[in-house]
């Protein structure tokens, strides 16, 4: 069933169609300019409807319908990266290509699909909602043994002490491993898991959610990030990696994590600063010295990459060539043990 918000945000997106309609004439650049100012408009107001709110815009708007499942992941980064071509044409100098054509109508496409959906059918939402059963952790053992004890003759009292022993194991076990699974079902490890798993709309519920339980800490917005990264959405992973550094300033993974954001986008000068400083908060991290060696290969730096790369050892890095350097592939971040 369609949801009078998504009735009212669809309303309010039919005023973004006349301009996008227009995208495909042969028009200057100024005109396209101001449809695509205008059709943006037109999907911030469908958001706002969609999630009831009168004041957010831009990247937070986009997570606040994204945290309330209103849209998933993909729909998110193809707003995402429509909100990013706004943010490009404030400047007056800058001239609309047909990359932000493509991205407008790709993210109203998306917004569209998005508002004639029923939530509560999408399995891919429903799914990811759902937690692990904390119960499959108990073990399977006790019952068998129980059902194997002798029912005829004087059972020996050291073979009931024996079972005594066993059975108190197991079910210490079971709670141990209930606990176990319990401390790992955080929104975090939940997160964790569904990411190796390829489970990425469950994961970026997960790391969502994680973002709320500890607004300080810097991992579930890294790992948010790298999965940006990965679909090639570079602004939606600044932005996390922006949030994990207000969290957590120093921290290595989140430094490490901005200088390849910034290194597959080709800014060489900046991914070094970051690199620089993830070195400096963890001396051992190897993936952050040998990228660091291949973006000063990038900047002509030869013999300060030489040592870098030297230190780092072999690893993707040690061949710095362009398509190695446009999407280095650093190790994931480590959740702290």
Known sequence: MITPAQREARAALDAARPAIARLDANRG?????????????????ALRALVGSTVLSGQTLIREARQRQAINFDQANALA????????????????TDSDVNAAKVAVTKLDTALTTDPAADPVRAAANVPPPVTAAMPPAAPAMIAS???HGRFPMWAKIAIGVVLLVLI???GYLALG??????SLQQGVDAYRAGQREAAVSAFNKATRDDPKSALPHIYLARMAREVGNFTLASQEL??????EPSNAAALREMGANLLAQNNYELARRFYVRAVQADPTDKTAQGYLGCTLMKLGRTTEATSFLTRAGPGPWSNCTPAASAAPAGTAPVIPK
């Not at 990266?81 to 609309?96: G, I, K, M, N």
């Not at 922006?242 to 969290?247: S, T, V, Y």
């Open 149 to 151: 004890t002798p029912t």
């Open 29 to 45: 650049s100024e005109d396209l300019a101001a449809d695509l100012i205008d059709a943006w408009s037109a999907v911030e107001s």
């Open 242 to 247: 922006q949030l994990a550094l207000q969290a």
């Open 172 to 174: 210490g076990g079971g």
């Open 181 to 186: 699974r319990g401390g790992s079902s955080s």
């Open 81 to 96: 990266e429509f909100q990013a071509v706004h943010d490009r044409l404030q400047s007056t100098s800058y001239r609309p």
